[in-house]
């Protein structure tokens, strides 16, 4: 590789095209309890679990199967019954072998009355496999509550522990099913909390719960519309001032690519709907941000703050520069979409965050426009956000060995630019002294070079941020994926050198023996 290239290092590796396979679960459990019957809900079959299917088993002393003989006439088939526990009692979930990893597990509770029992006034902890899932908890009307653990044995148990002399506790219906490969990823997420940048460690062995899913800028969207049977509601009653932001809307189905975001981590109708700027508003000055406060129910715990994104507004690449901010701390300065798309318009992506949340209550997140924008293109956006509560949080301020990671980065980056301005230099002296023909071939030990692997596709980290070093097919230079593959011996652990903001860097060698430190960023189903 020469100093020229080096110089003009902006990769856009050739994506493995995206594969529209719907997503199969490889575990997947829907139970209607206290039931003989099978009940659909959105199409989706929920089996008696009096009827015991095959890799359930229900270990409860004293267990009622209630039903509800009153029920309103739009409550589902799924909700006229219930099963009561009146001591310890557990559902055992096996697991397949090849199977374990991060679940999606989801809680029915809908209360009626019905014998001796009002189901309003039950109260009761929930536990998974020793993790408190609720605690103290009573359900007075419809809820649903949704929770990602992992799962490394072969057995789910979820245990039902009634409180109280004569309590007793309930449930309506359980989900149980495995996330996507690559749903939740250890070194994703951004730690926020002001004191600059790091990275959140071990985040799949939380047990995370859903806060809220809003799908910003448009309509409601239920488990018919979502690959993973999730609900979207709309952001209207988050924005701190509407008048603030517009909605976005295109009706061209979105470019998804292999390792940016999937449809499983947010179907089309999220990335195809926005809030954008108002800035047809004339009373607002030129420069605000949008914001949104998310209450949540818990002060003092941190969340996982999912953003997604999707750039519908731009009529062409790298004309949007944006800031997102969480909790009035900066999360992300700078956002341009297209970097992070390599080079495609309108391809969802998304960032993890993992915030410190204050004693308000509330997780506040802004998008305002960049230093980077240019005058006439002053805009930002959100597509989508979700809020999850980190049940059970561990080793969250183990911090200075993640700043440490971090000056080892810059020190990367720093030595590359050191080396490419002495190649400069050298050929520079070349050309003019001597005149020789060519340059050296090969820069040895030129440090690592920065790229940037979103699954199949990478690129270069030097230009990102800058809005100068723009990416044409001139200054591109394309390495097949599977040589990124070959230069880090398919991402081997033992080749680690660090975990980036929203990936894990590597260390390889090209086949021309060029080293580069390869930073693999969010999910990908491809490898
Ligand atoms: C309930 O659904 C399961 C799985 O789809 C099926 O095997 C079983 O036969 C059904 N039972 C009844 C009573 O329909
Ligand atoms: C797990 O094993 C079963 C057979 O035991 C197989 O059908 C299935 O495809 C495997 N799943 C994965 C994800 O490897
Ligand atoms: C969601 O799915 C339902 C049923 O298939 C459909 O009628 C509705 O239009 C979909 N909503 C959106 C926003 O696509
Ligand atoms: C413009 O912004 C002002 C101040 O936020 C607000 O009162 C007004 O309703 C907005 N007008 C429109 C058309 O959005
Ligand atoms: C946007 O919000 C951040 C965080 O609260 C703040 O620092 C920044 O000044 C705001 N920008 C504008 C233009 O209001
Ligand atoms: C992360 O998890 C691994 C294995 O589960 C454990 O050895 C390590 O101590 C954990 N690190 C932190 C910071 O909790």
């Given amino acids: 590789m020469d100093a020229q290239s080096l110089l003009l290092l902006v990769l856009t590796f050739f994506s493995l095209l995206f594969s529209a396979k719907p997503f199969v679960p490889s575990n997947y459990f829907l139970l209607n309890c206290g039931s003989n019957a099978n009940a659909s809900l959105y199409n989706r079959v929920f089996v008696a679990d009096s009827v015991k299917p095959s890799s359930v088993s229900l270990s409860a002393e ?45 809680l029915h509770f809908s209360p009626f009355k019905a014998q001796d029992f009002n189901l309003a006034s039950a109260r009761f902890d929930v536990l998974a496999n020793g993790f408190l899932l609720l605690r103290g908890f009573s359900a007075y009307n419809l809820v649903l509550k949704e929770f990602l653990l992992r799962i490394d044995g072969e057995v789910l148990e979820i245990m039902f522990s009634p409180l109280g002399n004569s309590g007793f506790a309930f449930v309506s219906a359980i989900e149980v099913f495995s996330a996507p490969k690559d749903f939740i990823i250890d070194d994703g997420a951004r730690l926020i909390n002001g004191n600059g940048i790091e990275s959140y460690k071990n985040l799949t062995s939380q047990v995370l719960e859903t806060v809220h899913r809003v799908n910003v800028g448009g309509l409601k969207l239920t488990p018919f519309n979502d690959s993973l049977w999730r609900t979207w509601i709309p952001d209207d009653g988050f924005l701190v001032f509407e ?8 009706t061209h189905v979105p470019n998804y690519q292999n390792g940016g975001a999937t449809r499983e981590i947010g179907p089309d109708n999220v990335y195809m709907t926005a809030q954008e700027m108002n800035r047809d508003n004339s009373t607002l000055n030129g420069i605000f941000n949008i914001t949104w406060d998310f209450r949540v129910g818990s002060l003092g715990v941190p969340h996982l703050v999912r953003l997604h994104f999707c750039d519908i507004v731009s009529p062409a690449l790298n004309q949007l520069y944006f800031n997102v901010y ?47 924008s240019t005058p006439s293109r002053i805009n930002a956006i959100l597509n989508g956000a979700e809020i999850m509560r980190l049940v059970n949080p561990i080793g969250l301020h183990a911090k200075s060995e993640k700043k440490s990671i971090w000056i080892l980065v810059g020190f990367i980056v720093g030595g590359f630019l050191i080396c490419c301005l002495a190649a400069a230099a050298v050929l520079l002296m070349f050309k003019c002294k001597k005149k020789k023909p060519k340059p050296p071939r090969r820069v040895e030990s030129a440090g690592w070079t920065q790229l940037r692997v979103y699954g199949g596709s990478s690129y270069s980290r030097m230009s990102e941020g800058t809005g100068t070093t723009s990416p044409g097919p001139n200054g591109s230079l394309k ?6 593959q070959a230069a880090t011996n398919n991402f081997d652990k033992s080749l680690i050198i660090g975990m980036g903001g929203f990936g894990t860097v590597y260390k390889g060698v090209l086949k021309d023996n060029t080293k580069v430190a390869v930073k693999r960023v969010g999910n990908d189903t491809g490898l």
């Avoid at 390495?479 to 990124?484: E, M, R, T």
Wanted: glycine share 4%.
């Fill in 479 to 484: 390495i097949p994926f599977v040589d990124i």
């Fill in 62 to 106: 004293r267990s009622v199967s209630l039903t509800d003989k009153n029920p309103s006439p739009s409550s589902p088939i799924l909700y006229r019954t219930a099963r009561v526990f009146t001591a310890v009692s557990s559902y055992e979930f096996y697991i397949k072998r090849n199977g374990t990893g991060t679940h999606l597990v989801r």
């Fill in 243 to 250: 008048s603030a932001a517009k909605r976005a809307a295109t």
């Fill in 326 to 372: 969480i909790n009035d701390f900066s999360a992300y300065k700078d956002l341009d979409l297209s970097m992070l798309t390599f080079h495609v318009l309108s391809s969802p992506v998304y960032l993890d965050f993992v915030v410190d949340s204050d004693d308000s209550g509330v997780i506040r997140v802004s998008v305002g426009p960049s230093d980077l």
